[in-house]
């Protein structure tokens, strides 16, 4: 696994982390997907994501039960739901999602989506729970530029550590003018659903043939190519969710090798650059 700076947090990601949304809704399901996770993790895939919302806490109760023994080795996240968002809420929010996880701290803590709260107010619940070692980190999700902005002005104390937004072939609107705008600013972007959440072109298809072709190429497979295109410059990271060993393995070997300006080109091609701003992809 590749490692890079997580912005301003003095700390090193993996570039590929693990998503962790649909784990746990199936009692069945539950022990394959704690072995995938601890793979991903001996695999270098420490930074897990999850969320109070995935599966009303189930999968934060998974995620606990695969973290059990290496949580110092993981970079964890969880997020608020913007309906709690309140000052006293996401403070509650936060202890509970402590709870499910079975530790007492959060590596990183985000507003899962803008909320009806007053982002101050979220904000000087997110300093607070820095303040009392709850999480070491806070930042947003699905935030534009202009949510960016009024987040950060209603900081009184740190900063924004990352926005996670949604980045796949298919979506690639950050890239008009929001991965700039955090570059400028230094906040790390991690992109979910990297495979579209279920939306990946079909190896029949004409844009599907040509990842595999690209894929051929290097020894990797269309999936790969994807993950790589997607953190290829400084501040992106990408988090797919795999419940499948096969699945992690094959996730954690998408980086640490290089696309070429001629893979990219044919990338464009098929799955276009952003011409003008559109609003934020949300899934
Ligand atoms: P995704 O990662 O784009 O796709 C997940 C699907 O891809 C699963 O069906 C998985 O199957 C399959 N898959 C994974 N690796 C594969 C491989 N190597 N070969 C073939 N299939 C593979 O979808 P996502 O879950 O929507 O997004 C990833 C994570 O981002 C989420 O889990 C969540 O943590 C986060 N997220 C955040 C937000 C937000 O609002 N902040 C929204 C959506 C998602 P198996 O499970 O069978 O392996």
Redesign the pocket.
Known sequence: MIYRKFGNTGVALPLVG??????GESRERAKEEIQ?LRLGIDLGMTHI???EM?GNGSTEELVGRAIEGVREKVFLAS?VLPSNASYQGTIRACEGSLRRLRTDYLDLY?L??WSRHPVEETMRAMEELARLGRIRFFGV??FDIGQLGQAERAITRGSIACN???Y?LKARGIEYSLIGYCRSRGIPLVG???????D?PSPGSRAGRALAEIGKRHGK?A??VALNFLTREEGLFS??????A???R??SSAVGWELSEDDIEIINGFFPRPDRDTSLE??
């Open positions: 693990q998503g962790t949304w649909k784990m995938t994501d999850t969320a995935y997020k985000l899962h989506w999700s699905n996670q937004v949604c796949h979910y659903s990297p495979f579209g959440s279920g990946f497979s999936r790969q988090i797919p969710k795999a419940g499948r096969e699945h992690v094959e996730n949300m899934i």
